[in-house]
């Protein structure tokens, strides 16, 4: 979502400075699958069921934050945002936590040398791994922001996924050569909660920019967005059968998932957790209308047997309200939407830096929404 663009391209903007130039003198490398070293599935962690999440053989309920900006180490890549301390933040959130980060391409693909460099994501998943963190990667983003800074539109899923589109110190390979890539090399950690492969998909059409009131809707939007999970997710199936596969979506009325088609999509048999992402900030807990609300997706969810994630949670604070006033209302938001029969909840955002005199979602480290996380995770 738009609004969020705060949390990752103002923080450690001083950082970026300069990082952003991809001029004529670097040289497109591209890089297949093969070149990776491999490493096999190790077993789920995570497993889902009609009434919800399991961690272990245990019912779940997690709680935790989003951490977009895990990977960014400007030394490396062009980054997102404000490096984090991986070993504080891994070691102060709660046991059975579940964090979602962003593990697109252009955090494994050096800035400089336009090769695959996996020093940074790697000590994502070893800090997690130290701690016992479960974690849940995000491969790709809508929008393109911190990643190939491409909207992708209707053709992008049709085909395009599975061309090759260099970006100079963004992107080496394909997505569909970097689903190979990333699994291959990751499938082996023994706290990946599963896959998500595109962070709030929509087959929509830019008109003059990829703003929204410039996008179209095809008629066949859900139909290309269900060939995209069904081919997408049979990757992931055959490189880690095991593991779960998560749709991000918003969950709203966006191009492909509007109404009935968030069913129809989300019957592929390649997606086993459906997801809606929450920035409505009215105190509501299920918002939305009839049609495209949160209740909605929950009928909907439960009559296919699959547990709905709030992958994304917001509510902001900070010049606008005060961190306490927020941990009030988002204990209200959360709660009630546990009571309704969701899978779980993933605020919106954790940062090392928090802009207290901005009005923005940043949740820092001495952020009271710390204890709303700890106080809703459940096991057993």
């Keep these: 979502m738009a609004r969020k663009l705060g949390v990752l391209l103002s923080i450690g903007l001083l950082a970026a400075v300069g990082a952003c130039d991809s001029g004529p003198h670097h040289v497109i490398k591209t890089v297949t699958p093969s070149a990776v070293v491999s490493a ?6 995570v497993s889902a069921a009609p009434g919800g999440l399991q961690l272990r053989g245990k019912p779940w309920w997690p709680a935790g934050f989003n951490g977009p900006q895990l990977a960014t ?6 980054g997102c945002g404000a490096e984090v301390d991986l070993d504080a933040f891994f070691r102060r959130l709660p ?3 579940l964090t979602r980060f962003s593990l697109f391409q252009a955090f494994a693909v050096d800035k400089n040398t336009n090769e695959l460099d996996f020093t940074a994501v790697d000590a994502v998943f070893a800090a997690a791994e130290k701690y016992g963190r479960v974690i849940l ?3 790709s983003a809508q929008t393109g922001e911190c990643s190939d800074e491409i909207f992708k539109q209707r053709q992008w899923y049709v085909d395009g996924w599975k061309k090759s589109n260099p970006v100079a110190g963004r992107s080496v390979m394909s997505f569909q050569d970097w689903v190979h890539t990333a699994i291959d090399r990751w499938r082996s950690s023994p706290v990946l909660a599963g896959w998500e492969l595109v962070g709030e998909p929509e087959t929509s059409i830019c008109g ?10 095809p008629s066949d939007a859900a139909q290309v967005l269900r060939t995209f999970m069904d081919q997408a997710g049979e990757i992931v199936r055959a490189l880690d059968p095991k593991r779960l596969i998560y749709a991000g979506y918003v969950g709203g009325s966006q191009c492909g998932t509007a109404g009935d088609a968030f069913t129809f999509v989300s019957q592929s048999p390649n997606i086993d957790v459906v997801e809606f992402h929450d920035y409505t900030e009215d105190g509501n807990p299920l918002p939305g209308d ?3 609300g949160l209740a909605r997706r929950l009928t909907q969810a439960r009559a296919m047997g699959k547990p709905l994630l709030i992958g994304e949670i917001g509510e902001y604070a900070g010049s606008c309200d005060s961190l306490d ?5 988002m204990d209200k938001r959360i709660t009630g939407q546990r009571a309704a029969g969701t899978a779980g909840a993933v605020i919106w955002a954790f940062v090392p830096d928090p802009r207290l005199d901005q ?3 940043d949740v820092g480290p001495d952020d009271p929404l710390w204890d709303t996380v700890a106080r809703e995770i459940t096991v057993g």
Excluded: F, G, M
């Design 40 to 45: 096999p599935a190790a077993e789920a962690v």
């Design 73 to 78: 180490r400007y030394s490396i890549n062009y």
């Design 95 to 97: 046991d059975h936590a």
């Design 137 to 139: 990667p995000v491969l």
């Design 208 to 217: 003059r920019s990829c703003d929204l009131k410039n996008r179209t809707c």
């Design 290 to 292: 009839a049609n495209n």
């Design 325 to 329: 006033q927020r941990r009030d209302i």
């Design 359 to 361: 009005c923005t979602y």
